[in-house]
């Protein structure tokens, strides 16, 4: 009733209007300032009354208006302009976007919108233009260095590798500490990243199925307050990714883009040519040393029984690697009309890598399509079909993996041009691995993924200030691996077969459900004071199964299907969890300065027992905008100033089936390669479980504080984020070790606490700008440091990951994840004992050797525009954060190392010479005097049992991303059929810096995706892209 | 009014069935994929399965290259670290882990879960000793009254292993009462891999193992003799091993992931382990004819044997290396290289890997009861016993009948010389027998100084052990622990001087 009145006064009004003025008819394209394109949807009004207007898909308006008005024109993103209407019928406007978007609305979790000036805590958001950047084919990798808080680590350069991202640090210990991913309101699976130590090959994180290209924008919820509506998943965090959708009144449009890029292995080590295989100077052609004598062309019986006359190659180890490329095609279509808009596009990503029989294949289809079928009751759907297909190569700490001993074969060893295979397929190689071309050749690996991400949803205004939302959703993936070990391969490859080969095939089915009802109710209590308040519920139903069979000891060659093998062992699983979460968001705002945001959340798991399955936690976050409540600050030097501060708890539910002691499938295994697997000789067998149940589990979880501001000066040409947080993880739930002499080994527990403090900043400015030029630049910089403040009673360490020694592992009042492994003797004064003969002793008694947490992360990013030109480049700099490299350690040892050979090994007469002598003390207290060889010095120093020197500063300083492209200006492109035309070139990891690590680039981990960081085992190297993009729009 | 009473009623109604249904909805937490009671006879299976295993796994790797019977092979891997005596707290985790989590929580379990089937009761209560004697005469101190409680007890009290030891006896006499029981619901058959659940021949390990344990006390137990001369009467001649059919080990075949651990580690880990210098000049000394069972020859086909020496290159593989003995028969031909040693352990030649893991044998018996007669004027004579011995681990190894005489016949053949110097050629051949078992010779030379090693001049102490650190799992998670002081702490019967 009140509605109808109201529009009836404004139609009075309106008439009166035109019954006082003298009318005049004006009209005019509406274009953006920065690509000369027509807008279409800007509001037209006459300021003061309700006279307005929209333009057109063609960005043009017209309009009756009194004379002498003034006409406002606006968009969302772009300044607010307004002219006098004189004489003149026809007004072209150019807008100018808006530096700042005061009225900016950012997705929250939940999908829900909020402008976020009334934001009580830090999220960011990375739109298309800066994801795509570098070309990467995993959406993760994108990320690195954009964002203040989160930290990015590939775990290789191989195709298809995973990434870690960790947000605000760690808040629990053997748990995911991966962040929450949702697409288009809907969170997806990112698991599967890990990777096995000891066999297998470098997993990916399932969010590579994703295709950057139909990212509209990601948002990163940091900590806690940000994601708490998201509950039990999102503790660490939430990744939230908008798809590009069509826009109404948008016209129809066809994008095309095409990027194509090489990838080069980004650091090789730097290799001694000039000593052969051998040990104490002498040539021997099976040890996998280079201690040998100098190579002078002197003749020596090879490992084939020929003599051959000795020489150097010193591309052997190069030559294993080719360029790789990395090819993107995409093609969007776009229809829209006024009440509904329609995009569909198909994606097609192909990667080889840089080693044969690495690739990826990918191809992403999508529809996202909104129909509004009354004023009232609008219809969405975005669905996503993705197929993946993959190939790999071994990696790990075994015999098949190429590197496993491959990046120091020695100098005279002529890879390529020696047989690497007999005639019969059999490998050939002069040491006790698989020679690295024939295990690249045979022991593949190869995955298909079919996944379908998609929701559809009903958006219904019931009344002006009540919306009534529904989504319902789902990830649905099926993931066919195959692995294949060829008869003869020596490591533990796919299968652990031992030499007579196998075959491993995996069918997995993942399901996951989600449901979500949002009731969103917005008013205004008073003129100065209003509220949003939404409750909603979200059931999660997630399904997963699993089967495979491993057949061993194969007959045919290279035959690959489970017919081929003699014996089989068949496995298969199943789980299921369920989820109901109900929740409420209220936001009270007083006079569009000062906001009040409050959560409440409670979620009822089915992974804890009855008992406690049902949990609540709130967060209270609320955002001062001081610059609007006290409007004489704002001058000149402080344009803008807000201040947040927020508190919130998120509770996480327990692992699955954890409330119970299970029996298993008996086995033995001992961590050396001897395994028995049931049924044993056709006996079945059942081992009562190492992992004892606890029925009294209870959720466990994280608290945050976080105070921070928004500021900007100089008329927004210097912005400055600050937020400091602090965060306290309590209850954590872990497998707790337990004295094994009790008959279990484990129990999952409610033990832990970890602390996280962080800092982080972010410092954006124009330092230049003119008509034509423009500079941008924004600096990140991410300081952030978990404390473990409590394991379990009695449990004086976790390993989190690696081996007996080294590993990495939580001890109470160290930072997470630190490095253990075997030290050198030290007397009471820390220096080092050397034995008699001069050399180190091994300390019996592990410690720590290193911490993997940076100090600090930095991202530079630039935006240089001139005229048409873009150049966009992001550098990205860690500081500190020790890592574990089995390579160089091994590349010292061998004599392969540059290093080794830093001084002639032998004197004229052929005797090794004595040039080192270990810093410290004998035996006896007295200083080392004793010089030792240089075969001594490296071989016992990097020794492989010696953990300590193994240990580097991982520091970096790259080059991440750089982008140059060129936008034709239209003028060019009117007599073509493109609407818009970009060109350019790109790159990622252009140029590195490691101030710390020799031979390799530090970014690598052999436990992939993981809690544990920093670890490198004969691990593949990093890559490199470069290549040319063009974008059309038609 | 009437209206928002119907609303009420209808709502709670609704909430009411929403209520159960979600309830159904979040009962989701029992594994639709695994079990939590297990029958008996496939934990049985599984606990047998892993003695076997277990001999042939870390803890022969560590008592073996300790004892010189096997050398580390290659700079850095463990098992040339573990020949140093770096045998640091965490090597041992995996081993303490399936001793105690595996193979005795299983056998707990089967002791726990067999009322009326006192067959099962009786067979798991004599591996669980056997199992423990493992654990003692490497650790010593470790807990029994209170192990295997969980999730009763996590942190178990460590035992004085002097009060252990007499728990394992009384453990294996009551094994023998359960075996002696008319009937059993459930009797176990070949699901047992070790005996194929043969009762007469479980009796007679129990008592066999017995006669270990007590042996085992000779230096510490001034009552020794009597304890002894006790046991072999009153079991008497046909209560013990009668031959080798009788041996405790477990059959292992030739089936992927089915084979002996110790032939599984020579495929998996590469020119890592080879024999040793100290056993193989002590079998050369005496020419003795199991070396060719035992060893491969080099220079290959010279018919010599070399094992490798403390000191030699980590590369080097110019050695003689273990055999059908330990590794099951010969498939292939051997691949070698000029100088004569085989490339690799994989390459050739190749074994079925079907050998038996060996644990205590029908030789080790006569050598025992050797001894006894020697020093404690048990039954004898030892002459007899020892040549019983030589006589039962050679034609186990393979060695014909003939040259088990004539073996027999030369001075190694006889017991010559003083009560030492007697002791001293029972324990050496015992040595050389028990070739491939886990603990025994190292136990051995700990009572008797025998055979008389030299300890490794590289290594990172300058004695043998005496018994491993704790394992750094248990250390870790159980508060009654305090790591040992160093390898040299004794086991309580180890009193030698």
Not at chain 1, 937 to 954: H, I, K, N
């Amino acid at each position: 009733m009140k509605k109808i009145l109201l529009k009836t006064v404004a139609m009075l009004l309106f008439t009166m209007q035109i019954a006082m003025a003298q009318n005049v008819s004006v009209s005019g394209t509406v274009t953006s300032r920065d690509d000369g394109q027509p807008i279409p949807g800007v509001s037209v009004v006459v300021k003061g009354t309700t006279i307005g207007t929209q333009t057109d898909v063609s960005g043009r308006y017209s309009l009756s208006v009194p004379q002498g008005s003034t006409l406002v024109f606006s968009f969302i993103t772009f300044a607010v302009r307004e002219v006098v209407v004189g004489n003149q019928t026809t007004i072209n406007m150019v807008l100018v976007p808006e530096q700042r978007q005061l009225s900016e609305v950012v997705v929250t979790a939940l999908g829900i919108e909020k402008n976020k000036k009334d934001l009580g805590y830090g999220v960011t958001t990375i739109s298309s233009e800066e994801l795509i950047q570098g070309r990467t084919t995993n959406v993760v990798n994108a990320l690195a260095g954009k964002v203040a808080g989160v930290r990015i680590s590939s775990s290789n350069g191989m195709t298809g590798s995973g990434s870690s991202v960790f947000i605000r640090g760690f808040t629990t210990i053997t748990g995911s500490n991966q962040p929450l991913f949702v697409v288009d309101g809907i969170p997806i699976d990112n698991g599967g990243g890990a990777m096995a130590l000891q066999n297998g090959t470098s997993n990916s994180n399932r969010a590579i199925d994703i295709n950057q290209e139909d990212i509209e924008n990601v948002t990163v919820l940091k900590g806690p307050a940000a994601a708490a509506l998201y509950g039990s998943r999102a503790a660490n965090g939430a990744i939230i990714i908008t798809t590009k959708k069509g826009k109404r009144g948008e016209k129809s449009k066809i994008e095309f883009s095409n990027s194509t890029n090489i990838i080069q292995v980004n650091r090789f080590p730097d290799w001694q040519n000039e000593y052969s295989q051998g040990v104490n100077g002498a040539f021997n052609a099976n040890a996998n040393l280079s201690w040998g004598p100098k190579i002078t062309g002197q003749t020596v019986t090879n490992f084939l029984g020929q003599q051959e006359s000795l020489q150097a190659f010193p591309d052997n180890i190069r030559g294993l690697f080719k360029n790789g490329s990395n090819i993107q095609n995409n093609l969007v279509f776009n229809s829209s009309s006024d009440n509904a808009t329609y995009q569909f596009s198909y994606g097609n990503t192909r990667e080889t890598g840089v080693l044969e029989n690495n690739e990826l294949s990918r191809n992403n289809f999508r529809i996202n399509t909104s129909n509004k079928l009354s004023s009232k009751l609008l219809t969405t759907a975005s669905v996503q079909y993705v197929n993946l297909t993959g190939q790999k190569t071994q990696t790990g700490n075994q015999l098949s993996n190429p590197f496993f001993r491959g990046w120091f074969i020695p100098p005279n060893i002529d890879l390529q041009g020696l047989p690497f295979e007999d005639a019969a397929g059999n490998q050939i190689y002069f040491d006790g691995t698989d020679n690295p071309i024939w295990t690249i050749k045979n022991n593949l690996f190869d995955e298909e993924i079919n996944r379908i991400i998609g929701n559809v949803a009903l958006n219904y205004d019931a009344l002006p200030w009540l919306n009534i939302n529904y989504k319902i959703g789902g990830d649905f993936f099926s993931q066919v691996r195959k692995g294949f070990d060829q008869i003869g391969a020596r490591g533990g490859a796919n299968v652990t077969a031992g030499g007579a080969g196998g075959i491993i095939e995996s069918n997995a089915d993942s399901r996951d459900l989600y449901s979500y009802l949002n009731v969103t109710a917005k008013r205004n209590i008073t003129d100065d004071l209003s509220f949003t308040l939404t409750v909603g519920n979200e059931i999660a139903d997630r399904r997963f199964v699993f089967e495979q069979i491993i057949g061993r000891q194969l007959v045919v060659r290279s035959f690959r299907n489970i017919s081929n093998a003699v014996s089989f062992s068949p496995s298969n699983g199943s789980s299921r969890q369920t989820l109901i979460g109900v929740y409420g968001d209220l936001i009270l705002n007083y006079k569009g300065y000062l906001s009040l945001n409050l959560t409440g959340r409670n979620d009822f798991s089915s992974t804890l027992p009855q008992q406690s399955r049902s949990f609540f936690y709130p967060s209270v976050a609320t955002s001062f905008v001081l610059t609007e409540a006290v409007p004489s600050i704002k001058g000149k030097g402080l344009s803008y100033a807000k201040l947040i501060a927020n508190y919130a708890r998120v509770g996480k539910d327990a692992p699955l089936y954890a409330t119970d002691t299970y029996f298993g499938l008996a086995g033995s295994a001992d961590g050396f390669g001897p395994t028995i697997s049931f049924p044993f000789n056709g006996l079945p067998g059942f081992s009562l479980g190492n992992q004892a149940g606890n029925p009294g589990i209870e959720p466990e979880f994280t608290a945050s504080f976080e105070v921070g501001g928004e500021f900007s000066f100089l008329n927004d040409r210097l912005g400055l984020d600050v937020n400091l947080y602090k965060s306290n993880s309590t209850n954590i739930i872990f497998n707790v070790p337990v004295a094994p002499s009790s008959g279990s080994t484990s129990q999952v527990r409610n033990a832990g606490e970890l602390e996280t403090k962080g800092l982080e900043l972010l410092l954006k400015g124009t330092p230049f700008k003119t008509k034509n030029f423009a500079w941008n630049t924004a600096i990140n910089f991410t300081k952030s440091r978990t404390i473990v403040k409590k394991l379990a009673d009695g449990v004086p360490n976790i390993v989190l990951a690696g081996f007996v020694t080294p590993n990495i592992r939580l001890e109470p009042g160290k930072p997470y994840g630190i490095l253990f492994g075997t030290v050198f003797q030290r007397d009471a004064n820390g220096n080092q004992v050397l034995n008699a003969q001069g050399l180190p002793i091994l300390d019996p008694i592990t410690r720590q050797i290193g911490d993997t947490n940076p100090d600090w992360l930095m991202g530079i990013t630039n935006d240089i525009s001139y005229k048409g030109f873009n150049l966009s480049f992001l550098i990205d700099i860690r500081k500190g954060g020790d890592v574990f490299s089995r390579n160089i350690g091994d590349l010292r040892r061998s004599g392969r190392a540059i290093e080794t050979a830093e001084f002639e090994r032998f004197d004229a007469m052929g005797n090794p010479t004595r040039p080192y002598v270990i810093p410290g003390v004998n035996q006896m207290g007295q200083p080392n005097t004793v010089a030792i060889t240089a075969e001594e010095y490296w071989g016992r120093l990097f020794a492989f049992g010696t953990g300590e020197s193994y240990v580097f500063d991982g520091s970096w300083v790259r080059l991440r991303e750089a982008s140059l492209s060129y936008t034709v200006p239209k003028q060019f492109l009117d007599k073509t059929p493109f609407g818009r035309l970009d060109i350019g070139v790109n790159g990622r990891n252009l140029f590195s810096y490691f101030p710390n690590f020799p031979h390799f680039d530090p970014e690598t981990n052999a436990l992939g995706v993981s809690n544990g960081q920093g670890f490198e085992f004969n691990g593949l190297p990093q890559t490199r892209n470069y290549g040319f993009f063009i974008r059309a729009t038609f | 009014m009437k209206k928002i009473k119907y609303i009420a009623v209808g709502l709670l109604a609704s909430s009411m069935v929403l209520s159960t249904s979600c309830e159904k909805f979040l009962d989701q937490n029992k594994d639709p994929d695994r079990i939590l009671v297990a029958p008996i006879a496939q934990v049985l299976t599984s606990a047998t399965v892993n003695v076997g295993f277990t001999g042939g796994s870390d803890i022969h790797r560590f008592t073996s290259l300790i004892m010189q019977q096997n050398a580390g092979r290659q700079a850095g891997v463990q098992t040339s670290s573990f020949e140093t005596y770096l045998i640091q707290p965490t090597d041992q985790g995996n081993l303490w882990s399936s001793l105690h989590a595996g193979t005795l929580a299983d056998l707990e379990f089967i002791i726990q879960n067999s009322a009326g089937s006192p067959w099962y009761t009786g067979i798991a209560r004599i591996l669980k000793a056997y199992t423990y004697s493992l654990i003692v005469d490497t650790w010593g101190d470790v807990p029994f009254d209170e192990g295997l409680q969980s999730p009763n007890n996590f942190a178990p009290k460590v035992d004085d292993d002097a009060t252990i030891y007499p728990k394992l006896i009384a453990l294996l006499d009551q094994g023998i009462a359960d075996l002696n029981q008319a009937s059993s619901v459930l009797v176990p058959a070949a699901n047992e891999t070790i005996y194929q659940g043969n009762r007469v021949r479980y009796r007679k390990f129990a008592n066999t193992l017995k006669l270990r344990l007590l042996l085992q006390q000779s230096e510490s137990n001034p009552g020794v003799a009597a304890a002894l001369n006790a046991h072999i009467n009153a079991v008497g001649p046909t209560g013990f091993f009668e031959s080798n059919a009788d041996n405790f080990q477990m059959a292992f075949v030739n089936a992927a992931n089915a084979r002996n651990p110790i032939h599984s580690f020579e495929v998996a880990r590469l020119n890592q382990f080879f024999p040793h210098k100290t056993l193989v000049d002590l079998m050369n000394s005496t020419t003795d004819p199991r070396r060719p069972f035992y060893f491969t020859d080099f220079p290959f086909g010279s018919g010599m044997y070399k094992g490798v020496n403390f000191g030699a290159t980590p590369t080097d593989i110019n050695f003689s290396r273990m055999h059908t003995y330990i590794r099951g028969a010969q498939l292939t031909a051997a691949v070698t290289n000029a100088a004569g040693g085989i490339v690799s352990s994989v390459t050739g030649p190749t074994y079925t890997g079907a050998a038996p893991q060996r644990m205590l044998t029908f030789a080790e018996y006569n050598f025992m009861r050797a001894e006894a007669a020697l020093r404690f004027g048990a039954p004898g004579p030892a002459q007899t016993f020892y040549a019983a011995g030589i006589t039962a681990s050679m034609s186990d190894a393979g060695v014909t009948s003939g040259n088990i005489t004539a073996y027999l016949a030369t001075p190694r053949g006889v017991l010559a010389g003083t009560q030492n110097d007697q002791l001293r050629m029972i324990i050496e051949e015992k040595y050389v027998a028990n070739y491939g078992v886990p603990v025994q010779p190292w136990s051995d030379w700990r009572r008797t100084g025998f055979p008389v090693l030299v300890p490794n001049p590289n290594g990172v102490v300058n004695f043998i052990p005496r018994s491993l650190f704790y394992p750094e799992n248990e250390v870790n998670s159980n508060p009654n622990f305090n790591q040992k002081s160093g390898m040299n702490v004794r086991v309580f019967w180890d009193t030698r001087p």
